[in-house]
């Protein structure tokens, strides 16, 4: 059974119907690491480089991308329930709208010269 | 192996089985749904403050990028590799335990542990810099040491507004490593429970969840080492 699970890299997403979860290959995870260590190299190259306004962009990039990488592979949820993905969908979901409701509020200030409430 | 049939829902009597729960797939969903269901809170938890410093880092871009450059930067790379080498232990620990090697599983578990406390002592040699550097928030601040893009000491307005800066580093950085601290006693219990050999192919959801949690705190440090360490001078 053991044997089964090692070598079974691909099985089908939802378990095996006996309480089993997903056994994700030791390459996968190898090659997730090396690419995390390479995205955070790269993070720190680039924060070097003048790139204007786009520094901030590329480093919060490439954050979201190893983010991506530890949540689908590390954390598993390629192989979850979609209930998980819900989970995460809804955080992600309150998150952006966080943000940007309070983002708008900040910018139309500047914009209608109220000044800011920081201030 | 067990004796348990591949195809009767044998797991029914699986002494982790508890009896509100179906089958142990169903058991292990809860769980892990509950977890993400968690970690979905911690995700608006830490959203909140880096909402908070995304609003101040526009409103005092000086104090934030003079700030910034007074981290090393060698140390905050090198403690982003150690976290994310103990990710890839504690991802192993979870295969480990998936696959019922219970000495591999307790091996992982405590290399975890290690790395997680070399991030944490690389935090404490920072955390004494800053103090010995009176860059603590409070009635000791002392922006003098900060530098701005000109390589000058920092006009009075920016030396001021630099002290909020510190704040959210310290209230980011601090919780984020309460949360290792956290952490490292929970995997400490696994790596018992794993030895004492109460985890099997059929049953290592503790494992499994310890690991969502350790990743989701890697996650955050991910975002808080390019927002808190990289702060470029120009725009």
Redo the contacts between chains.
């Keep these: 059974?053991?044997e089964h699970?090692?070598t079974g890299a691909h099985p089908p997403a939802h378990?095996d119907?006996?309480?089993?979860?997903h056994?994700?290959a030791?390459s996968t995870?190898?090659l997730v690491?090396v690419a995390?260590?390479v995205g955070?190299g790269l993070?720190?190259l680039a924060?070097y480089a003048?790139l204007?306004?786009w520094?901030t962009p590329v480093?919060?990039a490439?954050?979201l991308t190893?983010?991506s990488l530890?949540?689908f592979?590390?954390?598993?949820l390629k192989y979850?329930?979609k209930?998980?993905w819900v989970?995460?969908g809804?955080?992600?979901f309150?998150?952006v709208n966080?943000?940007a409701g309070?983002?708008a509020d900040?910018v139309s200030r500047v914009y209608l010269n109220l000044g800011?409430p920081?201030? | 192996?067990s004796s348990?049939s591949?195809t009767a829902?044998?797991?029914a009597h699986?002494p982790a089985l508890r009896h509100h729960f179906e089958?142990?797939?169903g058991?292990?969903?809860a769980s892990?749904?509950g977890m993400?269901?968690f970690?979905?809170?911690e995700?608006?938890f830490f959203?909140?403050m880096?909402?908070a410093y995304?609003?101040?880092r526009?409103?005092y871009y000086d104090s934030f990028a003079a700030g910034s450059h007074h981290l090393d930067?060698k140390l905050g790379?090198i403690n982003?590799?150690v976290l994310?080498?103990s990710?890839?232990t504690?991802?192993?620990a979870v295969?480990a335990a998936?696959?019922?090697r219970r000495g591999a599983t307790v091996l992982f578990l405590l290399l975890t542990i290690a790395l997680g406390s070399v991030f944490l002592g690389i935090k404490v040699v920072e955390y004494a810099d800053k103090f010995h550097h009176h860059l603590v928030p409070g009635p000791y601040y002392d922006a003098e040491v900060l530098r701005g893009a000109d390589g000058k000491a920092l006009p009075p307005e920016v030396a001021l507004h630099s002290q909020i800066y510190f704040a959210l580093y310290f209230s980011l950085t601090g919780l984020h490593a309460l949360h290792m601290i956290i952490g490292i006693p929970i995997i400490a219990v696994m790596a018992w429970l794993a030895r004492r050999g109460r985890f099997s192919?059929?049953?290592?959801t503790p494992v499994?969840i310890t690991?969502?949690y350790w990743?989701?705190v890697?996650?955050v440090w991910?975002?808080l080492?390019?927002?808190l360490y990289?702060i470029?001078h120009?725009?």
């Design positions: 059974m053991a699970a090692e378990g119907g006996h309480g089993r979860g056994v994700v030791v995870y190898l690491f995390l260590m955070t993070t720190v924060s003048d204007g306004m520094n480093a919060m490439i954050a190893k983010a530890v949540v592979f590390f954390m598993h979850s329930p209930l998980s989970a995460v809804a955080a992600v309150w998150l966080m943000i309070i983002a900040y800011n920081g201030t | 192996m348990l591949e829902p044998a797991a699986h089958s142990m797939e058991q292990k969903e892990t749904f993400w269901v970690i979905a809170q995700i608006l959203g909140g880096l909402l995304t609003i101040y526009n409103l930067v790379t982003t590799a994310i080498c990710s890839l504690m991802a192993l295969h998936a696959l019922g192919p059929e049953y290592y499994e690991g969502l990743h989701f890697d996650i991910i975002f080492f390019p927002l990289l470029p120009h725009g």
